[in-house]
Each structure stands twice: as structure tokens, then as C-alpha cells.
């Protein structure tokens, strides 16, 4: 039956993606597309935040430049620009060409000063009525204050030379006819509250009635005004649509910028589709069909876009051979060959054609609602396990499978589908009916009867009061705090009945003490250490009386439901544990519940300046951490802080407001990347002074709050001490479950000392770069080993010549090949060194292969003794760098040349570690050249000045920005550079 049900369901599905899909409209692209693309965008606009206004007003031929190459975006608009606009804008274009025919064959004089070519553009828009027959009276009468001006002038005149009546009459006269011709002048710059005029009898809008005018008088300069556009001023505040000059003026005699009327116009198009005729929408390329008419093969063959709107409904764009759909992408125009399946484009759409696509702003994304906060802030997870962080603003639209619904609705474990611009959402669909959610209440009673097939239950309230509900199919069972199956419910027992409707949504079960209780899962327990394949763990908030579950293969380990790996789980993440039936110290079932942050920086500064309207600080003299010292970055930085940041001085725990008070005191900072943006998470500011550093073991003692070193010091620690590992930040709790760490002290007022920093790894946990060195030997099918290896550990390489450590690859992995391929390889390809041709008894057929990264068959000596000892082609192996990250995953890999030390006991490693500033690159050379250079001196165990310049050569090196690897062209001059090379060949450089 249930199979029946599937094959049903899917058959419904394929017919409703082939109705949706295969019928949905069709829409061709503009004649004029391809004139649009050859015609490309302006030279002079790639700086002007209104750039892909600009465009996009083009392709529709509403704007158009000075020149065919310039637009002069910061030149304010005219009178005649503007009523060209907005006519292009309302679809009356033809018209004014034909009053502008008249005009010349008629011979007609206007009453107005303007360019021929404006004129058919402003009598159209006489004819709409945005110039009306009173600003035409306007323009040959004067004002008052136009009046008392020319008296004052004539006076004035008077006063310092005599003239006669006569003579003063004429001055008169010609100042009047000069005010004249300047009213009728409609090549001059339109003033701010006279477009606004414009725009609203453009758009036919009603005017606001007096008591609802509120908008203008926040700014200083709303009497400013003219009486008659404040209607039309306050109407496009309101609607968005034209701004004010400034935060504190509105500025109405100001005039306006065309690129800033070009985002006026977008405005325009935005709010009133139905007036302009433009509908704009965004959409995914599902498939991109290719047909050669006549079944010829040609150079420009007929195309099929087929596209999906955010809420499901499908479209096609049809473009002819000899077409071309305009697309813009980073300030520029192409034509439609840039597309791909499974891009996002905005499109715009004018009687039934399509007039261009965009590939810069919007993003589809689907997932699981992994996080949500009253704040609006959402992290989505995809079926990649990508975490997207977004934010909800206050004109996103929210449905539930298409229909309205509130942010009140959103919980983590939802599939949801947004479409997001930057980091804000625009649009979210929850993937399911949200009434599941609506209307809570909690009952405390006794369970007197459940129906398990039946989905029903029964319980008497302790009012005695004899209630019916039925079962959720995803029903939450506990009991005691475990998680269980309804088949652990027994009647007559107390619990906690969730209800939603008439449907119970969780039940939470207790027993009496003594009572056996299944203990299905153990509830949400606090990861204390992740071994290779063992679990410490405790209750939250229980420091000690910690747990330890072996796992194995047979182990199921997921997050959000899909599978990962046991190095996955970090310490302080959260989790849920299903023992063995058996065997009670292993885990049959993990699941992760809620992982720590991530650590993105660690900075010591000084505190400059604080905006707690803004959440945000202004930091100076910013360091971070190079051992064995801080090495400054910045002289000033600004960064937001999180709502619930933890800020401490001397224990004490601080808001923003009172961190005025500590202007200039020198702090430690810890940042996560928050929705995308570099946050602080943790602030702790020094008391007296920082004293010295210290990495070794240590034991934790909790009847003083203090940490003993091995050489017998003692350090205090608080809620303060920042504490990292993994790249995670934990808290005191930890300390108990760590015996080694790279402790940064301070000295207190009174001469004790306390630990500010504590990284429970070593050095590079202030600054996480973990770099390994060695040979390439073993392959698997995601993973691959270095044998011969050293960690790079406080710019000291930590050697194991005996010793191999395996490392797993992702389809991101960047693996630079310098061997063999002398360029970037896929992870696909690199692993393929993994397969070697065996013989009938399981021996390889090829004792060395060249062309394998492998050199030979792994497992070639593995009857004789250790790899490193017995191998016979030692010099045939591989030297790889790598860059790891905080999963034991390889982010980089430099396979940078064949080296024959391996398995050698006494190495001297040859490898400068050198920092600096770029001064410039050049990509023809690949030359990178840096000023303010420094070298790690092993000797001195510190950085030593070296020449003013150095050059690295960057061609066989990886560049890594942000954890990407990046090229040449993405640095910029004053970017901060750590670099290993080899001599001055690049090897990795890191770009801070």
C-alpha cells in the first residue's frame, strides 16, 4: 500500500511539474536586444552606487547617455531630461515624437526655452498633465519675491550711479525679461521638489491630506518647502521613492544627479508596475534547451530559457539565433551566452517581451531552517550542509506554501526556500503548513489511554477533567528528560501534554523514582573532548562527572538529519546519545544538536569610540596575534557587536553603554562571522598590563578559580578569560576537561596574575593557520596521507619523520599541482593515484609510476617494515604543503615538488616564514613585491627587520584570502601578507 501511495504521489508530482512547466507562457526578447549589447553599458558610471540603475533604465531606451559611451552620472537632471524620462518611463514615447513633428512642421513657437529635441517630451508631458497650464502660467509671471528682488537690485543701482526714471524703467525691464527667460528655461537643473511634483501627477497619485503630513518634518529644512509640493514631498517619502538630500535635510531646492534619478525611476518601475507597464520579477534557470532550426547545425542556434519563479510557477524565454537577451552582470552589459543552468536572474518585462536579465543582486536558496532569532536573523542549511546566514527586514515577504504567514511562525527544522538580496531576505517560503504551529497550550495531567495505531489519546487533567486529542505523526516523546517512543508511555503516568488544535505535539513523561525508564536517548548533553573515536560528554551544566562513549562503524552520526563525521562534533557543541542496549558505554545513534560559533579573529586594541545606538565600536591600533607576539593590522577598525556579546573588566560584566568609560583601554576581542558580517562576540579589557606567554600543561582548580602551569605559577581566571579551541569559544566549564594550553597572561592590579587568553592548543589558536608539510603516500576515496610530516606550530615546524596523518578532501579543495600538471587539478583527478593495476597474487604491476601522485603502490612494503624505512624511491615522492582546517579537512594543497628526505630523522627545514605590507603585483610576472618586511628568526625565536622591499615569486605559490584561494588580482596595495617560501618562490602566502 505504501508503495501504491509513493508511485501516486510521484505521479502527481510529474504532472504537476509538467503542467507548470511545460505550459507556463512563453515571451520573447526585444528586436533591439542585440543593439543593446553591442551598444554595452557607460565608461563612466563603474563608481556610482546608482550603476545598475543606470543600466537597467538603458535597456529599455528611458535613459540614454550625453554621448554613446558617457552619461555623466553626477551632473544634475534638467527639466527637459526629466520629462523625457518620465514619458520614456510611462510608454508615451511615440506620442511625443509625433507632437515634436508637429511642432516642426507647424512652425509653432513654445512658450517654453528648450533643446528641439525635448520638445516633443515636454509638450506629451503637458498633455499627462505633469506640466500643468498653472506652471506654464508660472513660467511668464513673477513672484512676489522675484518682484521685490528686481526693486531691490534697481534701488541699488540707483544709489550708485543717478539714472533717470527712463533709465530705471529699462534696468527693470531687463531684469524682469532675464528672471522670465530663466522661469521658461527648461534646459536648467529641475529642482528636488519640483520632480517630486512631477513624479506624483505622473503616477496619479492622490494628494495627503495635511493631517496626515508627517514625514517632511523630520528634517531641519522642511519650511523650505513651497506650500503646494508639500503634498507631493511627503507622498514619495512615504512610498520610498524619492529620498531625502541628507539624514537632516531634505534639501528641496537642491537639484538631482541622473544617476540618482535613474534610481528615482527604478523606484518608479519597483512600486507602480501597473502605471509603467514594466513588471519585474526574479527566477531560476531550470534548463537551457538549444534548438537548430531545419535541423541545420548553426553558429547561433535558437534557445529555450526555461525558467521558475520563486513561488513555483514556470515561464519560457524564447530567443532567437539572430537575438540576443541583454544581461547585466558587475556594471556591465552581455548578451545571453553568459546564462547557466541554475542561475538567479532578474528580469524585467514590457508588453510581453523580456528587455533583460540581471546576474547581480538576487539569490534562490532552499534548506533547513537551522536558527532564528527574534531579531529577524536566520541561518538556512542546504542540502550541502552550506550554512547561509540571513536576515528578515521589514518588507520581507513571508508565506507558507504560498500563503501569508508570520516570522512568529519560523522554526529551526523547517525546510524553508528563500530569495535573498546581499544578506536580506525579500522573500521566504516555509515548506509546510504552519497552522501546526498556532495556538499553543500546555496541559498538566495522567495518561489514561492511548490508542497507538489509532493516533489517539486520552488524559484527565488534574481538574479531573477527561480529555480526547490525537497524535501528531511527529510527536516529541520524553521521559525523565529522555527522548523515547510512545511505546515507553504507560497509563496512569504524569506528564506535560503540548497542544496545538486538537493534536497533541509533544508529551513529557515522568516517572516515580524508582520506576525503570528505557532511556532511549540521553538527554541534551554538552560535548566535553572528541577523541578518533570516542565522545566525552557531561550534563550542561555539570563541569565534572564527565561520560565517555566509544564509537564505531556501526555508529549513526548526523546534524539536521543528514550523516557526518565524529571530527565534525567539536567540544562545547551540543548533543543527544542513544547507547548500546548491551554494551552501555557505546554510542549506536549521535545526533548533533547546536554547534558552538566559530571563532573568526582574535584582536587585541584599543577602544576609540562607541556607537550603541548603532551596536557597533570604533577600535584603534588593532593587532593580532603572530607568535611569539601581536603585529599591528590597523590603525583604526569598526565592528558590530552582538546583542548578547559578553564584555568584562576585572570579572565584571559590562553593556556597551558603559565601555564610554573605557575610551583607550586596551582590550581582547573575539569576532564570528555574523549573517556574513565580522562581529564581536566576547570583549575582555586588560586591567594593568599584559605580562608573558606561556605553552604547556596546567590543572585546573576550581576551590580558587585558578589554573596551576607547570613551572608552579598560578593564574586566576573569570567569566572574562577567553578560551578557544577547535576554533570554537567555550568557557570555564572546559578548563577541567584540557591539560595542555597557550596561555596569554596579564598582570592584575596588585601584582596577581590572570589568564586573559587561553588557546587550549597552542599558539595558532589565536590565529588559526594550520599548515602541514610532507610527503604524499596513501590514498582513499575522500581522504589522502602525508607521511614524514610536520605541523607548523608557533612558526616552528613540529616534525614526525616516523609518523603518517591522514586528511580528508572536499569537492572545494584547491589542489595546486607543481609536478606533474603544473596548474590546479580537481580533487577526482588527484585521487585517482589511488588505483594501481595488481597482479594474480595481489602485487602491483609497476613497481614506480611517474604520472601517480602515489609514486607507487601504498601498500608496496607493508611485509618488510615502515613506509618511510624500506621504501626505495624515496626521492620520488611527493613534497605537498597543506592547509587544513578546524574538521581535518584540506582546504589547499601545494604538491610543490619531488624531495628525497623522506623518513630522514634530521631534517633542516629550509622555509622562510616572512610578513609585510603589499607595495604592488604584477600578474604578467607573477610577482608580488612587499615593503615593511620581516623575517622569523629561529635563532631568536622572534621577527627580524629585513630589507625595505622583498619580491616573491607567485607562480608556483597559492594565494588564500578569507580562507579562499584567491589570484594576484585580488590583492590590494596595503593588504598584510604571511608568507612561506622557499627562498623567494612563494610556496603558501596568506593574505590577513
Same mark, same amino acid.
Given at each position: 500500500?505504501?508503495?501504491?501511495?509513493?508511485?501516486?504521489?510521484?505521479l502527481?508530482?510529474?504532472?504537476?511539474?509538467?503542467?507548470?512547466?511545460? !505550459?507556463?507562457?512563453?515571451?520573447?526578447? *526585444?528586436?533591439?536586444?542585440?543593439?543593446?549589447?553591442? !551598444?554595452?553599458?557607460?565608461?563612466?558610471i563603474?563608481?556610482?552606487?546608482?550603476?545598475?540603475?543606470?543600466?537597467?533604465?538603458?535597456?529599455?531606451?528611458i535613459?540614454?547617455?550625453?554621448?554613446?559611451?558617457?552619461?555623466?552620472? &553626477?551632473?544634475?537632471?534638467?527639466?527637459?531630461?526629466?520629462?523625457?524620462?518620465?514619458?520614456?518611463?510611462?510608454?508615451f514615447?511615440?506620442?511625443?515624437l509625433q507632437?515634436?513633428?508637429?511642432?516642426?512642421?507647424?512652425?509653432?513657437?513654445?512658450?517654453y526655452?528648450?533643446?528641439k529635441?525635448?520638445?516633443?517630451?515636454?509638450?506629451?508631458a503637458?498633455?499627462? %498633465?505633469?506640466?500643468?497650464?498653472?506652471?506654464?502660467?508660472?513660467?511668464?509671471?513673477?513672484?512676489?519675491?522675484?518682484?521685490?528682488?528686481?526693486?531691490?537690485?534697481?534701488l541699488?543701482a540707483?544709489?550708485?550711479?543717478w539714472?533717470?526714471?527712463?533709465?530705471?524703467?529699462?534696468?527693470?525691464?531687463?531684469?524682469?525679461?532675464?528672471?522670465? +527667460?530663466?522661469?521658461?528655461?527648461?534646459?536648467?537643473?529641475?529642482?528636488?521638489q519640483?520632480?517630486?511634483?512631477?513624479?506624483?501627477?505622473?503616477?496619479?497619485?492622490?494628494e495627503?491630506?495635511?493631517?496626515?503630513?508627517?514625514?517632511?518634518?523630520?528634517?531641519?529644512?522642511?519650511? @523650505?518647502?513651497?506650500?503646494n509640493?508639500?503634498?507631493? /514631498?511627503?507622498?514619495?517619502?512615504?512610498?520610498e521613492?524619492? *529620498?531625502?538630500?541628507?539624514?537632516?535635510?531634505?534639501?528641496?531646492?537642491?537639484?538631482?544627479?541622473?544617476?540618482?534619478?535613474?534610481?528615482?525611476?527604478?523606484?518608479?518601475?519597483?512600486?507602480?508596475?501597473?502605471?509603467?507597464g514594466?513588471?519585474?520579477?526574479?527566477?531560476?534557470?531550470?534548463?537551457?534547451?538549444? #534548438?537548430?532550426? &531545419?535541423?541545420?547545425?548553426?553558429?547561433?542556434?535558437?534557445?529555450?530559457?526555461?525558467m521558475?519563479?520563486?513561488?513555483?510557477t514556470?515561464?519560457?524565454?524564447?530567443?532567437? %539565433? @539572430? !537575438?540576443?537577451?541583454?544581461?547585466?552582470?558587475?556594471?556591465?552589459?552581455?548578451?545571453?551566452q553568459?546564462?547557466r543552468?541554475?542561475?538567479?536572474?532578474?528580469?524585467?518585462?514590457?508588453?510581453?517581451?523580456?528587455?533583460?536579465?540581471?546576474?547581480?543582486?538576487?539569490?534562490?536558496?532552499q534548506?533547513?531552517?537551522?536558527?532564528?532569532?527574534?531579531?529577524?536573523?536566520?541561518?538556512?542549511?542546504?542540502?550541502?550542509? #552550506?550554512?547561509?546566514?540571513?536576515?528578515?527586514?521589514?518588507?520581507?515577504?513571508?508565506?507558507?506554501?504560498?500563503?501569508?504567514?508570520?516570522?512568529?511562525?519560523?522554526?529551526?527544522?523547517?525546510?524553508?526556500?528563500?530569495?535573498?538580496?546581499?544578506s536580506?531576505?525579500?522573500r521566504l517560503?516555509?515548506?509546510?503548513?504552519?497552522?501546526?504551529?498556532?495556538?499553543?497550550?500546555?496541559?498538566?495531567?495522567?495518561?489514561?489511554?492511548? $490508542?497507538?495505531?489509532g493516533?489517539?489519546?486520552?488524559?484527565?487533567?488534574?481538574d479531573?477533567?477527561?480529555?480526547?486529542?490525537?497524535?501528531?505523526?511527529?510527536?516529541?516523546?520524553?521521559v525523565?528528560?529522555?527522548?523515547? $517512543?510512545l511505546?515507553?508511555?504507560?497509563?496512569?503516568?504524569?506528564?506535560?501534554?503540548?497542544?496545538?488544535?486538537?493534536?497533541?505535539?509533544?508529551?513529557?513523561?515522568?516517572?516515580?523514582p524508582?520506576e525503570?525508564?528505557?532511556?532511549?536517548y540521553?538527554?541534551?548533553?554538552?560535548?566535553?573532548?572528541?577523541?578518533? #573515536?570516542?565522545?566525552?560528554?557531561?550534563?550542561i551544566?555539570?563541569?565534572?562527572? *564527565?561520560i565517555?562513549?566509544?564509537?564505531?562503524?556501526?555508529?549513526?552520526?548526523t546534524?539536521?538529519?543528514?550523516?557526518?563525521?565524529?571530527?565534525?562534533?567539536?567540544?562545547?557543541?551540543?548533543?543527544?546519545? =542513544?547507547?548500546?542496549?548491551?554494551?552501555?558505554?557505546?554510542?549506536?545513534?549521535i545526533?548533533?544538536?547546536?554547534?558552538?560559533?566559530?571563532?573568526?579573529?582574535?584582536?587585541?586594541a584599543?577602544?576609540?569610540?562607541?556607537l550603541?545606538?548603532?551596536?557597533?565600536?570604533?577600535?584603534?591600533?588593532?593587532?593580532?596575534?603572530?607568535?611569539?607576539?601581536?603585529?599591528?593590522?590597523?590603525d583604526?577598525?569598526?565592528?558590530?557587536?552582538?546583542?548578547?556579546a559578553?564584555?568584562?573588566?576585572?570579572?565584571?560584566?559590562?553593556?556597551?553603554?558603559?565601555?564610554?568609560?573605557?575610551?583607550? /583601554?586596551?582590550?581582547?576581542i573575539?569576532?564570528?562571522?555574523?549573517?556574513?558580517?565580522?562581529?564581536?562576540?566576547?570583549?575582555?579589557?586588560?586591567?594593568?598590563?599584559?605580562?608573558?606567554?606561556?605553552?604547556?600543561?596546567?590543572?585546573? !582548580?576550581?576551590?580558587?578559580?585558578?589554573?596551576?602551569?607547570?613551572?608552579?605559577?598560578?593564574?586566576?581566571?573569570?567569566?572574562?578569560?577567553?578560551?578557544?579551541? +577547535?576554533?570554537?569559544?567555550?568557557?570555564?566549564?572546559?578548563?577541567?576537561? #584540557?591539560?595542555?594550553?597557550?596561555?596569554?597572561?596579564?598582570?592584575?592590579?596588585?601584582?596577581?596574575?590572570?589568564a586573559?587568553?587561553?588557546?587550549?592548543?597552542?599558539?595558532? %589558536?589565536?590565529?588559526?593557520?594550520?599548515?602541514?608539510?610532507?610527503?604524499?603516500?596513501?590514498?582513499?576515496?575522500?581522504?589522502?596521507?602525508?607521511?614524514?610530516?610536520? @605541523?607548523?606550530?608557533?612558526n616552528?615546524?613540529?616534525?614526525?619523520?616516523?609518523?603518517?596523518?591522514?586528511?580528508?578532501?572536499?569537492? $572545494?579543495?584547491?589542489?595546486?599541482?607543481?609536478?606533474? =600538471?603544473?596548474?590546479?587539478?580537481?580533487?577526482?583527478?588527484?585521487?585517482?593515484?589511488?588505483?594501481?593495476?595488481?597482479?594474480?597474487?595481489?602485487?602491483?604491476?609497476?613497481?614506480?609510476?611517474?604520472?601517480?601522485?602515489?609514486?607507487?603502490?601504498?601498500y608496496?612494503?607493508?611485509?618488510?617494515?615502515?613506509?618511510?624505512?624500506?621504501?626505495?624511491?624515496?626521492?620520488?615522492?611527493?613534497?605537498?604543503y597543506?592547509?587544513? @582546517?578546524?574538521?581535518?579537512?584540506?582546504?589547499?594543497?601545494?604538491?610543490?615538488?619531488?624531495?628525497?628526505?623522506?623518513?630522514?630523522?634530521?631534517?633542516?627545514?629550509?622555509?622562510?616564514l616572512?610578513?609585510?605590507?603589499?607595495?604592488?603585483f604584477n600578474?604578467?610576472y607573477?610577482?608580488?613585491?612587499?615593503?615593511?618586511?620581516?623575517?622569523?628568526?629561529?635563532?631568536?625565536?622572534?621577527?627580524?627587520?629585513?630589507?625595505s622591499?622583498?619580491v616573491?615569486?607567485?607562480?608556483?605559490?597559492?594565494?588564500?584570502?578569507?580562507?579562499?584561494?584567491v589570484?594576484?588580482?585580488?590583492?590590494d596595495?596595503?593588504?598584510?601578507?604571511?608568507?612561506?617560501?622557499?627562498?623567494?618562490?612563494?610556496?603558501?602566502?596568506?593574505?590577513?
Amino acid at each position: 500500500m505504501k508503495q501504491k501511495l509513493q508511485i501516486s504521489i510521484m505521479l502527481i508530482l510529474s504532472l504537476l511539474f509538467t503542467t507548470i512547466f511545460a !505550459q507556463g507562457p512563453a515571451y520573447t526578447v *526585444p528586436a533591439y536586444g542585440k543593439a543593446a549589447v553591442d !551598444q554595452g553599458g557607460f565608461t563612466d558610471i563603474a563608481g556610482s552606487p546608482q550603476a545598475a540603475d543606470i543600466l537597467k533604465l538603458r535597456m529599455f531606451n528611458i535613459i540614454q547617455g550625453s554621448t554613446r559611451t558617457r552619461f555623466r552620472p &553626477n551632473d544634475n537632471i534638467t527639466y527637459q531630461e526629466a520629462a523625457a524620462y518620465l514619458i520614456r518611463l510611462l510608454g508615451f514615447e511615440e506620442q511625443a515624437l509625433q507632437k515634436a513633428a508637429n511642432l516642426a512642421t507647424e512652425g509653432t513657437e513654445t512658450i517654453y526655452v528648450a533643446d528641439k529635441w525635448a520638445e516633443g517630451y515636454i509638450e506629451e508631458a503637458i498633455a499627462q %498633465g505633469i506640466l500643468t497650464a498653472a506652471d506654464l502660467r508660472e513660467m511668464e509671471a513673477l513672484t512676489k519675491a522675484q518682484q521685490d528682488a528686481i526693486e531691490e537690485e534697481v534701488l541699488e543701482a540707483a544709489k550708485k550711479q543717478w539714472m533717470s526714471l527712463k533709465k530705471r524703467d529699462e534696468l527693470r525691464e531687463a531684469k524682469t525679461k532675464a528672471i522670465l +527667460d530663466q522661469n521658461k528655461n527648461m534646459k536648467k537643473a529641475i529642482s528636488r521638489q519640483d520632480l517630486a511634483q512631477w513624479i506624483v501627477r505622473a503616477l496619479k497619485l492622490e494628494e495627503i491630506p495635511s493631517k496626515d503630513i508627517s514625514y517632511v518634518y523630520k528634517y531641519s529644512d522642511y519650511n @523650505n518647502i513651497k506650500a503646494n509640493r508639500l503634498s507631493a /514631498v511627503e507622498a514619495l517619502l512615504q512610498k520610498e521613492i524619492l *529620498p531625502s538630500a541628507t539624514k537632516d535635510k531634505y534639501a528641496p531646492t537642491a537639484g538631482v544627479t541622473r544617476g540618482q534619478a535613474a534610481a528615482i525611476m527604478g523606484n518608479m518601475i519597483d512600486k507602480y508596475p501597473d502605471i509603467t507597464g514594466i513588471q519585474k520579477g526574479v527566477a531560476r534557470i531550470l534548463d537551457i534547451e538549444t #534548438n537548430y532550426p &531545419n535541423q541545420l547545425v548553426a553558429a547561433n542556434p535558437d534557445l529555450t530559457l526555461i525558467m521558475e519563479n520563486f513561488d513555483g510557477t514556470g515561464f519560457d524565454i524564447k530567443i532567437q %539565433g @539572430n !537575438q540576443a537577451l541583454p544581461v547585466i552582470k558587475n556594471n556591465r552589459v552581455y548578451d545571453h551566452q553568459i546564462l547557466r543552468q541554475g542561475d538567479t536572474l532578474e528580469y524585467a518585462m514590457r508588453d510581453n517581451q523580456i528587455v533583460y536579465g540581471s546576474l547581480d543582486e538576487y539569490k534562490f536558496l532552499q534548506g533547513t531552517l537551522s536558527y532564528s532569532d527574534k531579531e529577524g536573523n536566520l541561518r538556512i542549511e542546504d542540502s550541502q550542509k #552550506n550554512v547561509t546566514e540571513l536576515k528578515i527586514g521589514i518588507n520581507t515577504i513571508i508565506t507558507a506554501l504560498g500563503k501569508p504567514a508570520k516570522d512568529t511562525s519560523l522554526i529551526p527544522g523547517q525546510s524553508v526556500k528563500a530569495l535573498y538580496k546581499g544578506s536580506l531576505i525579500t522573500r521566504l517560503d516555509i515548506q509546510e503548513n504552519v497552522d501546526y504551529y498556532a495556538d499553543t497550550e500546555y496541559i498538566d495531567g495522567i495518561i489514561k489511554y492511548i $490508542d497507538r495505531t489509532g493516533r489517539i489519546i486520552k488524559l484527565e487533567d488534574y481538574d479531573g477533567n477527561l480529555r480526547t486529542y490525537g497524535l501528531d505523526d511527529r510527536v516529541i516523546v520524553t521521559v525523565n528528560d529522555y527522548y523515547e $517512543d510512545l511505546d515507553s508511555l504507560q497509563n496512569e503516568q504524569d506528564a506535560t501534554f503540548e497542544v496545538s488544535g486538537r493534536t497533541i505535539k509533544a508529551i513529557k513523561a515522568f516517572t516515580m523514582p524508582g520506576e525503570e525508564v528505557s532511556k532511549e536517548y540521553q538527554a541534551v548533553l554538552r560535548v566535553r573532548d572528541v577523541g578518533d #573515536n570516542t565522545i566525552k560528554v557531561t550534563e550542561i551544566n555539570d563541569r565534572q562527572n *564527565p561520560i565517555t562513549f566509544k564509537t564505531d562503524s556501526f555508529t549513526s552520526i548526523t546534524y539536521l538529519g543528514y550523516p557526518i563525521k565524529l571530527y565534525n562534533i567539536k567540544t562545547g557543541d551540543l548533543v543527544k546519545i =542513544k547507547a548500546n542496549e548491551t554494551s552501555t558505554d557505546r554510542a549506536d545513534d549521535i545526533q548533533l544538536m547546536s554547534k558552538r560559533q566559530r571563532v573568526e579573529k582574535i584582536y587585541k586594541a584599543r577602544i576609540l569610540n562607541t556607537l550603541p545606538t548603532q551596536n557597533r565600536i570604533a577600535l584603534s591600533k588593532v593587532q593580532s596575534y603572530k607568535y611569539p607576539d601581536w603585529m599591528e593590522l590597523d590603525d583604526e577598525k569598526t565592528f558590530p557587536i552582538k546583542r548578547d556579546a559578553e564584555i568584562y573588566k576585572e570579572g565584571r560584566r559590562l553593556t556597551i553603554e558603559d565601555l564610554d568609560k573605557q575610551r583607550n /583601554v586596551e582590550a581582547y576581542i573575539v569576532t564570528v562571522k555574523d549573517f556574513g558580517e565580522e562581529t564581536i562576540a566576547k570583549m575582555t579589557l586588560k586591567s594593568v598590563s599584559e605580562d608573558s606567554a606561556f605553552s604547556g600543561t596546567f590543572n585546573t !582548580q576550581w576551590t580558587d578559580n585558578s589554573i596551576k602551569l607547570a613551572d608552579g605559577q598560578k593564574l586566576s581566571f573569570d567569566e572574562g578569560t577567553i578560551i578557544i579551541k +577547535d576554533r570554537r569559544l567555550l568557557d570555564t566549564s572546559d578548563l577541567t576537561y #584540557n591539560d595542555e594550553a597557550f596561555v596569554i597572561k596579564n598582570r592584575m592590579p596588585g601584582g596577581t596574575n590572570y589568564a586573559a587568553l587561553v588557546s587550549m592548543e597552542n599558539g595558532n %589558536g589565536f590565529d588559526y593557520r594550520n599548515v602541514v608539510r610532507g610527503y604524499i603516500h596513501d590514498m582513499g576515496e575522500d581522504n589522502f596521507s602525508l607521511e614524514s610530516y610536520a @605541523n607548523l606550530i608557533n612558526n616552528e615546524w613540529d616534525y614526525h619523520y616516523d609518523d603518517e596523518s591522514y586528511f580528508y578532501l572536499s569537492k $572545494d579543495s584547491k589542489i595546486l599541482d607543481n609536478v606533474l =600538471k603544473r596548474t590546479y587539478i580537481t580533487r577526482d583527478t588527484f585521487l585517482e593515484s589511488r588505483f594501481w593495476e595488481l597482479d594474480s597474487k595481489g602485487k602491483p604491476k609497476r613497481t614506480y609510476d611517474p604520472d601517480k601522485y602515489t609514486a607507487h603502490y601504498p601498500y608496496m612494503y607493508d611485509e618488510k617494515g615502515p613506509h618511510y624505512e624500506e621504501c626505495k624511491q624515496k626521492s620520488k615522492h611527493m613534497l605537498a604543503y597543506a592547509v587544513i @582546517n578546524e574538521d581535518g579537512e584540506a582546504t589547499a594543497i601545494n604538491i610543490y615538488k619531488r624531495d628525497p628526505n623522506l623518513g630522514k630523522e634530521e631534517v633542516t627545514f629550509k622555509e622562510n616564514l616572512i610578513t609585510g605590507e603589499v607595495v604592488r603585483f604584477n600578474e604578467t610576472y607573477t610577482q608580488l613585491t612587499l615593503t615593511d618586511v620581516k623575517e622569523y628568526s629561529r635563532f631568536y625565536g622572534q621577527w627580524q627587520p629585513t630589507t625595505s622591499n622583498t619580491v616573491i615569486n607567485t607562480q608556483k605559490a597559492i594565494i588564500i584570502r578569507n580562507e579562499q584561494v584567491v589570484t594576484l588580482s585580488d590583492l590590494d596595495i596595503g593588504d598584510k601578507i604571511y608568507a612561506i617560501t622557499d627562498q623567494n618562490n612563494g610556496i603558501l602566502i596568506f593574505v590577513e
